[in-house]
């Protein structure tokens, strides 16, 4: 079964600076999609990032970046400029065959002004 | 573009009553899932269709739970006889396996049981 881990359950940044969450997985195979998703407290997931596996390129989406390490099963996200509305919790989640997903146990963002 | 809507958003019942949630996922998706949020843990897969097809359910769904998508659009989740551990954050999402296969997420259902 795939597991993903977020050892982290609390990380503060100050605005402006850049914040780096962590994230590893354990998984057999070899083709899947890792995601970050961000939910605002009392306010529903938002999709923040995805990285299919087979591809190189770590994605990017604005401020948003990954850095997706396949051989070591880490998938962390890299917030930069970080704004007081990036405030919330982080879950890194995992998809493979079966299409649903297993999520980290999140990690709380604050972002001090 | 209307994303995926859950109703109701909130329910408060008493332990033993039945209750039943409705999600009407993005018009063109063909996948439906159900996901189990308990306060500061990420989700837990609970089931998932596509179209009127009930793919795979999780240990998770007891005999007190069902699932239903009738006619491939809108799904229902009923819980029979509640207990207080039922007592989460009911969510689901939607996805289009042509298009990435993404989830979006709904605002999700929060249950209570008294």
């Known amino acids: 079964a795939q597991t993903v881990t977020q050892s982290q359950p609390e990380m503060s940044v100050q605005e402006a600076e850049t914040v780096t969450l962590s994230c590893t997985y354990d998984t057999s195979e070899s083709d899947y999609y890792l995601f970050w998703y961000k939910q605002p407290p009392s306010r529903q997931m938002i999709l923040v990032i995805r990285?299919?596996?087979?591809?190189?390129q770590n994605a990017t989406e604005n401020r948003f970046s990954v850095n997706f390490q396949k051989a070591a099963k880490s998938f962390s996200l890299k917030i930069s400029d970080s704004q007081l509305g990036d405030a919330a919790m982080y879950f890194c989640a995992y998809s493979g065959a079966n299409s649903k997903l297993t999520f980290g146990k999140g990690i709380t963002l604050s972002v001090r002004p | 573009d209307t994303g995926v809507s859950q109703n109701p958003r909130h329910k408060i019942t008493k332990r033993g009553q039945n209750v039943t949630f409705r999600c009407d996922p993005i018009s063109e998706h063909n996948r439906l899932y159900w996901y189990r949020q308990t306060l500061g843990q990420g989700p837990e897969f609970l089931t998932y269709?596509?179209?009127?097809?009930?793919?795979?359910k999780s240990r998770l769904l007891s005999d007190r739970f069902s699932a239903e998508r009738p006619k491939g659009s809108f799904s229902t989740l009923e819980i029979q006889r509640t207990e207080q551990g039922d007592s989460a954050m009911y969510l689901c999402?939607?996805?289009?396996?042509?298009?990435?296969?993404?989830?979006?997420f709904g605002p999700g259902t929060r249950l209570t049981v008294l």
């Open positions: 269709f596509q179209n009127e097809a009930q793919l795979e």
């Open positions: 990285q299919e596996a087979y591809k190189q």
């Open positions: 999402a939607s996805s289009f396996p042509a298009d990435t296969d993404t989830q979006y």
